[in-house]
């Protein structure tokens, strides 16, 4: 079983990891698109995560079989991410992510309720989601690879060598959208996942009371908007900032021979950080309070932009290439994904029942793939507007600003989090 729940975990972030680390550099560059405008295509893209645990939750923990619902959305999802390759103006672009978020985005939480509803102990969800991280690591080294060989002709630089290797990006909404019908296919195979009957008829509702109630879950919550914003810093700007790094660099970069170039392809050192990180995950949290965990993982948050607001600075001071200060923050989205998202998921699925679980899952995909985003790439539009200077983006002024954010979220969970956490619920309590 635990197999079966880790091919799914594959598929499921291969699909989002082949094209999001790209959106941004492949609109401003073979498009021209604004960065406020950028912003909208990305927020616009979060809209399903609102609606989604008013239908997707609801259906798969009252209606609807969970898997089937996975299928159907993958395959309708495939088919119409194939089309954001051929498309050129704003409001398609608008349109198009609006309609796909609906499809996708509602996949994300009930995959996490399915796979806790078929494992025989959540401990062992970290072995299963880490493959979700080795599917976003394989396609984004995949495209990478890609431009490196196929969109990067020999004696072409500058702006010319941008133009040709974002033109090539397109290919990564073609390459999900495969993905996206081969695990609607695949779901079709899953366990059965039929819904549960509840105390009331309304999951969705029944499962804010749930969070209300518990200070743990509340606190993770009332959170979850600034640090998603701060999260959206990094999915929005870093592939055009280590993209550039490395198109500066030139013949001079040796990572390119594995990861491609590109940037996203250097961006999955953070998710093979993360395979480490939630590989011990179930030791961590036998000799580590959950508390200290969240707190870590914020304070990685903080020393990840630290890294890529000064790496410079802390290179020279060091005496090591930037490079290596650049590498070091990509890794750290290791210790931020297992030890502050991954763990909320584990929290979540503590503090709820059985039979609210897909909503709660749900609800809480809404505040950080969804408000969060929407927040988050207006925030970080803006910020790139005011970081911006002669029209070139200054990337100190622009890491700067979630650097000192995530310091400040790290001071109020220390103050709001509980020291000791109530036992966990029963499953069905």
């Known amino acids: 079983m635990l197999n079966r729940l880790s091919v799914m975990m594959f598929l499921q972030y291969a699909i989002w990891g082949a094209w999001l680390p790209l959106l941004w550099p492949y609109l401003s560059t073979v498009h021209g698109f604004k960065p406020e405008e950028i912003s909208m295509v990305f927020a616009m893209g979060a809209m399903g995560a609102i609606i989604a645990p008013f239908i997707a939750g609801q259906v798969a923990d009252r209606w609807f079989n969970t898997e089937r619902y996975l299928a159907l959305?993958?395959?309708?999802?495939?088919?119409?991410?194939?089309?954001?390759?051929?498309?050129?103006?704003?409001?398609?672009?608008?349109?198009?992510?609006?309609?796909?978020?609906?499809?996708?985005?509602?996949?994300?939480?009930?995959?996490?309720?399915?796979?806790?509803?078929?494992?025989?102990?959540?401990?062992?969800?970290?072995?299963?989601?880490?493959?979700?991280?080795?599917?976003?690591?394989?396609?984004?080294?995949?495209?990478?690879?890609?431009?490196?060989?196929?969109?990067?002709?020999?004696?072409?630089?500058?702006?010319?060598?941008?133009?040709?290797?974002?033109?090539?990006?397109?290919?990564?909404?073609?390459?999900?959208?495969?993905?996206?019908?081969?695990?609607?296919?695949?779901?079709?195979?899953?366990?059965?996942?039929?819904?549960?009957?509840?105390?009331?008829?309304?999951?969705?509702?029944?499962?804010?009371?749930?969070?209300?109630?518990?200070?743990?879950?509340?606190?993770?919550?009332?959170?979850?908007?600034?640090?998603?914003?701060?999260?959206?810093?990094?999915?929005?700007?870093t592939s055009g900032f280590l993209g550039s790094v490395q198109r500066d660099l030139g013949a001079g970069d040796p990572f390119s021979v594995v990861f491609g170039v590109g940037g996203g392809g250097l961006m999955t050192v953070g998710q093979m950080a993360e395979i480490v990180v939630l590989g011990a995950m179930a030791m961590w949290q036998k000799c580590c309070s959950k508390r200290n965990l969240f707190l870590i993982g914020l304070l990685a948050y903080g020393l990840r932009m630290l890294c890529f607001a000064y790496g410079a600075d802390i290179a020279a001071s060091l005496g090591v290439s930037p490079l290596v200060v650049l590498i070091t923050g990509v890794a750290l989205h290791g210790v931020i994904f297992g030890c502050y998202i991954f763990l909320a998921f584990i929290v979540l699925d503590e503090h709820t029942s059985d039979d609210v679980r897909a909503s709660a899952q749900s609800i809480f995909n809404l505040v950080i793939v969804g408000v969060g985003v929407i927040v988050g790439s207006w925030v970080s539009g803006e910020v790139a507007k005011w970081a911006t200077v002669d029209g070139k983006l200054d990337y100190t002024k622009l890491f700067s600003v979630p650097m000192w954010a995530s310091f400040a979220c790290l001071l109020l969970f220390f103050l709001m989090y509980p020291r000791t956490s109530k036992q966990t619920q029963s499953a069905g309590a």
């Open 73 to 237: 959305a993958h395959i309708l999802g495939g088919l119409l991410i194939f089309q954001l390759a051929e498309l050129n103006t704003f409001n398609e672009f608008l349109v198009f992510s609006f309609v796909y978020s609906l499809l996708y985005s509602p996949t994300m939480p009930l995959s996490n309720a399915l796979a806790f509803t078929h494992m025989p102990d959540r401990e062992r969800f970290g072995r299963v989601r880490l493959w979700g991280t080795v599917g976003w690591i394989a396609v984004g080294i995949a495209m990478g690879q890609f431009l490196l060989y196929k969109h990067s002709p020999a004696g072409m630089s500058g702006a010319a060598l941008a133009l040709e290797q974002a033109k090539g990006m397109a290919n990564a909404f073609r390459l999900s959208g495969a993905l996206g019908i081969a695990m609607g296919l695949y779901c079709f195979t899953l366990p059965a996942t039929p819904p549960k009957r509840g105390r009331s008829a309304n999951a969705f509702g029944e499962a804010v009371g749930e969070i209300v109630r518990s200070r743990e879950l509340l606190t993770i919550f009332l959170l979850a908007v600034p640090v998603s914003c701060i999260h959206q810093f990094y999915f929005v700007h």
